[in-house]
């Protein structure tokens, strides 16, 4: 779906209530919007940990303006269906990432290299 609004209004036609009982779950999902404003945002919430954190954010249920109370992770299960067709998992995501050389930069540090003289390494423990 283009707009989270729209989103919404999916939402209303499955539980009932008004856009704005919706609104700012759908908001959550799509604010990475900001930062990358094409498909690749989805990369960020748009994965099976991403209904956990969304639950984590708004809690297990809300209450819609009907009374009625819908389950925070239905809601974002749904808001990812409609974007994708299927849940991914984060994995599969990451797996779509082309590394390349900047991304694998670093290497391994010898012990020799953290301590000091004082018997303290770099890292600030004393061994």
């Not at 707009?3 to 939402?11: A, E, G, P, R, V």
């Not at 009932?16 to 759908?26: M, R």
């Not at 099976?48 to 389950?71: L, M, Q, T």
Request: charged share 30%; proline share 3%; with cysteine.
């Amino acid at each position: 779906m283009a707009n989270c609004y729209h989103h919404s209004l999916s939402s209303v036609k499955k539980w009932g209530g008004k856009p704005e009982d919706y609104q700012a779950i759908h908001d959550w999902f799509d604010e990475s919007k900001k930062i990358m404003a094409d498909f690749r945002h989805r990369a960020l919430r748009h994965h099976a940990e991403g209904c956990f954190a969304c639950e984590k954010e708004f809690g297990v249920a809300i209450k819609n303006s009907d009374g009625r109370y819908v389950p925070v992770r239905l809601i974002a299960e749904r808001h990812i269906i409609e974007d994708l067709g299927y849940i991914p998992s984060m994995s599969d995501w990451f797996k779509q990432i082309k590394p390349t050389k900047w991304m694998m930069r670093g290497g391994y540090l010898k012990t020799k290299d953290l301590i000091d003289d004082k018997n303290i390494n770099k890292l600030g423990v004393r061994i």
